[in-house]
């Protein structure tokens, strides 16, 4: 069961389609601990909306006129870092979903999802998770692992193996000190290191490399991301 923020989600909703945003609208407003405080047409509209109202949470379609929702998360992670993105979308192609999290956008779920698991991944971008469409991360982990091989994962020490397992887990950082006794500065420094030898941009590509190569055994829903 989910617990209730102490005070409501604030969420910034972006799509060109009228009639789409006001479902999507509907749907996330039957939970009451989510606010919609604004709404979007274009992308210019949305960066502008983002700065009007610094929202909890930017909920953003990939097509959009003026600028598109890889364009606006971009903007986000450069002019508000502190606002999580969820790009909601009808596309499952790998150039988008690539395209999406190199940007830096906190979750990708497709316009197929059911209210709940909506309202879920508002819910876990607002706390600091990552969240993937379960349909396409299977996808997504062949396509950006497609040849990487046991010579990166022998470059991991065991300690770094430690932490990406408690990372893949949703432990976040100050959570993983605690459980291996090490500070979080030591973690934050790990992460690096690991991010490097694995060629990976965040935790959840760095959990889904290291599930490619066998090294972690994990369903990557949602992977806290500090």
Sequence with gaps: ???????????????DHVVVRSGIRQLLE??????I??????????????????PDVAVLDIQMPKASGIEVTRWVRANAPDVGVLVLTAYDDDPYVMAVLQAGANGYVLKTASPEEL???????????????????QKLMAHVFSGAKTSIVEELT??????????????TNKAIGVQLGISDRTVQGHLAHIFGKLQA?????????AVSLGWISQNV?????E
Excluded at 1 to 15: E, N, Q
Excluded at 201 to 209: D, I, K, L, Q
């Design 1 to 15: 069961m989910m617990a209730r923020p102490a005070s409501p989600i604030r969420v910034l909703l972006a799509d």
């Design 30 to 35: 039957h939970s009451s601990d989510i606010q």
């Design 37 to 54: 405080v604004a709404e979007a047409s274009d992308g210019e509209a949305a960066e502008a909306l983002v700065q009007q109202h610094h």
């Design 119 to 137: 309202i879920r991944a508002v819910h876990d971008v607002h706390e600091g998770k990552s969240v993937l469409d379960a349909s396409i991360t």
């Design 158 to 171: 065991g300690r770094e193996l430690e932490v990406l397992s408690l990372a893949a887990k949703g432990y």
């Design 201 to 209: 941009g965040s935790r959840t590509e760095a959990v889904m490399r």
């Design 221 to 225: 829903g949602t992977i806290a991301e």
